[in-house]
């Protein structure tokens, strides 16, 4: 049973450029949340999409989006990338509004 | 104030020891509340999903809310080396929406 995927597991970007996340939900996941978590801390939700759509957002800039694909798999995309951006972005799946989250094991950003 | 305060550890218990980790909020409206383990350099697994207030026991585990003082607790019986980690508490306003997480407590079981 395929748990919530995500690629890559590890990146280094420089500071001003552009990176994109994947992710892919369990199956039979239909709903996809992003969270950010800097090192020593908790994570921090960045947003929500179920059905395609943004449908809550975390106290996160635009220069943080995303997308939903008809799959269900999701992308984030970070602009102008700060040092500040370095973080484990984990991705979580669930099914409709029931709760309890599976998360995948993250993409460590490094912004240099 | 922070929406969820955890200690942060570390803690270091041996092999066998009854541990216990907690959790405040300040907010009220949580109703759902969630303890995550994550071993290192992996996402967090969800190991209890309770709502409202009472206890919920799941093998080693227990799960206590107490929504009049705003607290959460986990405890583990019998601890295992395998349950070192950091132990994430989180919690929202309903099913579905987003989560409030506390900043983890580091659990070291020394064999």
């Known amino acids: 049973d395929a748990g919530v995927t995500q690629s890559p597991t590890h990146l280094i970007k420089t500071r001003g450029q552009q990176v994109t996340l994947r992710c892919s939900p369990k199956s039979g996941h239909d709903t996809v949340s992003w969270y950010q978590q800097a090192l020593g801390q908790g994570p921090q939700f960045i947003f929500q999409?179920?059905?395609?759509?943004?449908?809550q957002r975390g106290n996160f800039p635009d220069r943080f989006s995303g997308h939903q694909f008809p799959n269900y798999s999701s992308e984030l995309n970070v602009n102008a990338l700060l040092l500040g951006d370095s973080a484990l972005y984990l991705c979580?799946?669930?099914?409709?509004?029931?709760?309890?989250?599976?998360f995948g094991s993250g993409t460590r950003l490094t912004v240099v | 104030q922070k929406e969820v305060e955890q200690d942060p550890g570390p803690l270091s218990v041996p092999e066998g020891a009854i541990v216990s980790l907690n959790c405040t909020y300040s907010?009220?409206?949580?109703?759902?509340f969630m303890w995550y383990r994550q071993y290192s350099r992996k996402g967090p697994e969800l190991l209890m999903y309770t709502y409202s207030s009472g206890n919920k026991e799941d093998g080693r585990f227990t799960a206590q809310v107490d929504k009049s003082s705003k607290y959460i607790s986990l405890f583990i019986r019998d601890s295992q080396p395998s349950d070192s980690a950091t132990y994430l508490c989180?919690?929202?306003?309903?099913?579905?929406?987003?989560?409030?997480f506390g900043t983890g407590t580091s659990l070291t079981v020394i064999p």
């Open positions: 907010n009220s409206a949580f109703q759902y």
């Open positions: 989180a919690m929202s306003l309903n099913t579905g929406n987003q989560f409030y």
């Open positions: 999409y179920y059905e395609e759509e943004e449908r």
């Open positions: 979580a799946s669930s099914f409709g509004d029931r709760g309890g989250y599976t």
